[in-house]
């Protein structure tokens, strides 16, 4: 990274044939995939992307699903589902298509980044193999929605290798890439927004730094992404309301840390960051969700509060032990850079952890690994460095067939839930869309107790009620669907549909009158309810009042 260090001279093309390879191989079977859990929304019933006319109102609104509680603002990404739609409507295979493209893109630069950076090609390759067969960035492969983290992470490595360009040759034009590329990464996914703050990074350790050249060429670079950086937010501000995109949860639901002292928000943030080691070391029980109560939230000691605790020392000390080799010391401000913002630590997010959110953090952590054993003491002896290959090609190829098992979990969302169901089982969410599956598949009774379980471990989700009401009046169970569906109201009284669907329960019931109150009170809610307005009509016109 410093003038200490030698340049990297490129990634060979044999090693970048190996890399994409090997992420097009693990990736190629979730072609056949559907569209599943948030791609329902962002995707396959959005009508955002339904036409290229439509970009521009992508790119004046909040177009990132109707039915999420946050208004993200991610208009690039959006963009590019609708040029997928304008190719080939809503088959998934397309989308599926560009997100191993993407991932094996990025897999290549992270080749590349590793060479550039000084680690020798034995760990570039290793840090490069890593990430690109991991088990752990399925979900940001395997779900289309994922590509968000894809986009992002792609432009963000590319501007950092114009950032190194930059800092040694000072030409406008890496600059202007580099800035570039920052807009392309913050339109994505808001989590690139912290490149400038890793260039700062790498900068505080290079022997450049006390040079007024490399200062000025620093500062540049700040202020060009950070001009970029405010017309995200200004332009974001006005699609979605908030700097943020976030808003409060309707039904208690699930931004469970808004709200919360910053000591809860701290223990949650440590007890998230011991589950996400233990899944990047052995990435067995994979789930999709890990929203309430999977992840509880700590309000006093547990033991995975003091794990994390302890893998954040561990932290610290290897960046304090790092600054003597500046290219380690940047990749671990990197992951921690990464990763701080969507721990809730900082500011609460409307999740409390997600596997895609390990994307970008685990580009850094690879080249850690991949430098470390290239450059320790296992290489340098020819019989340890034997067994090291060994070990690692088992590793690889373990990593591999559980990568290529996990895809086949994202085929369909039936497939999905049932395995998270598993490796979730407290997760109300997860429970209700498990549920939900039965419920198609005419497993009513199944489907009643996955939905009374969620309405169990989050008795304030109103989503479940409302399913769960459903449910019994597909049973049957005309009481019981009243009782449910008023579960939902008292959760979230200000919905219109919960009100019609109240009404409809009590016109089968013959409750007429209480009927027509339900169905006013929709009119109430939501003037131009058309369901409401029919049922209404249909009453009075039978006579009731």
């Not at 605790?309 to 990749?331: E, K, Y």
């Amino acid at each position: 990274m410093g003038q200490d260090e030698p340049r990297g001279t490129g990634a060979p093309w044999g090693r970048i044939a190996i890399v994409a390879v090997a992420a097009l191989c693990v990736y190629t079977g979730s072609v056949r995939n559907g569209f599943t859990f948030d791609d329902r929304w962002i995707v396959e019933r959005n009508p955002a992307i339904r036409g290229l006319d439509h970009i521009p109102r992508i790119w004046r609104s909040a177009d990132w699903g109707e039915e999420k509680v946050t208004r993200h603002y991610r208009p690039l990404t959006l963009t590019t589902y609708a040029l997928n739609y304008a190719l080939h409507g809503l088959r998934p295979a397309g989308y599926h298509l560009v997100n191993i493209l993407l991932h094996a893109a990025v897999s290549v630069l992270v080749l590349i980044l590793a060479l550039r950076i000084g680690v020798p090609p034995p760990g570039a390759l290793i840090a490069a193999l890593a990430f690109a067969v991991h088990p752990i960035h399925t979900e940001a492969v395997a779900g289309v929605v994922g590509r968000a983290e894809l986009l992002a992470v792609l432009a963000f490595i590319a501007a950092f290798l114009f950032w190194l360009r930059f800092r040694e040759r000072g030409r406008p034009g890496d600059l202007v890439a580099l800035a570039l590329l920052y807009g392309l990464g913050v339109f994505c996914k808001e989590q690139s927004a912290v490149l400038p703050a890793v260039l700062v990074a790498a900068e505080g350790v290079s022997r450049r730094f006390g040079d007024p050249i490399g200062r000025r060429r620093i500062v540049q670079a700040c202020l060009a992404c950070g001009a970029i950086l405010v017309v995200d937010l200004l332009l974001g501000r006005a699609a979605t309301g908030s700097f943020g995109g976030y808003r409060t949860p309707p039904g208690g639901y699930p931004g469970l840390l808004f709200g919360e002292p910053f000591g809860v928000r701290g223990m949650t943030s440590l007890k998230v960051l011991d589950r996400a080691v233990r899944l990047l070391v052995f990435p067995i029980a994979l789930s999709p969700d890990y929203s309430f109560d999977q992840i509880s939230i700590p309000r006093s000691f547990q033991p995975s509060v003091a794990a994390g605790g302890v893998i954040a020392l561990a932290i610290v000390w290897a960046s304090v032990q790092a600054r003597s080799t500046p290219r380690r010391f940047v990749m671990c401000a990197w992951t921690v850079l990464a990763w701080v913002p969507v721990s809730n630590l900082l500011v609460p997010i409307t999740t409390l952890f997600g596997e895609r959110l390990l994307y970008l953090p685990s580009v850094a952590l690879a080249v850690i690994a991949g430098d470390w054993i290239a450059s320790g003491p296992l290489w340098r002896d020819g019989r340890s460095r034997r067994i090291t290959q060994v070990l690692l090609v088992v590793m690889m190829v373990f990593w591999s067939v559980r990568t290529v098992d996990r895809n086949l979990d994202w085929r369909t969302q039936k497939s999905l839930f049932a395995e998270a169901a598993r490796t979730s089982p407290r997760s109300a969410r997860v429970r209700m869309n498990n549920g939900l599956e039965l419920l198609t598949e005419g497993k009513t009774n199944e489907a009643i107790r996955e939905l009374e379980t969620a309405t169990e471990i989050l008795p304030s989700y109103a989503n479940a009620y409302s399913n769960l009401s459903l449910a019994y009046e597909r049973a049957g169970r005309p009481g019981d669907a009243e009782r449910a569906i008023r579960g939902a109201i008292l959760a979230q009284s200000d919905r219109a549909s919960y009100w019609v669907q109240l009404g409809r329960i009590l016109i089968r019931e013959r409750k007429d009158a209480e009927a027509a109150g339900a169905f006013g009170r929709a009119l109430a809610l939501e003037p131009g309810n058309l369901d409401a307005q029919a049922e209404l009509e249909a009453l009075r016109a039978a006579g009731v009042r």
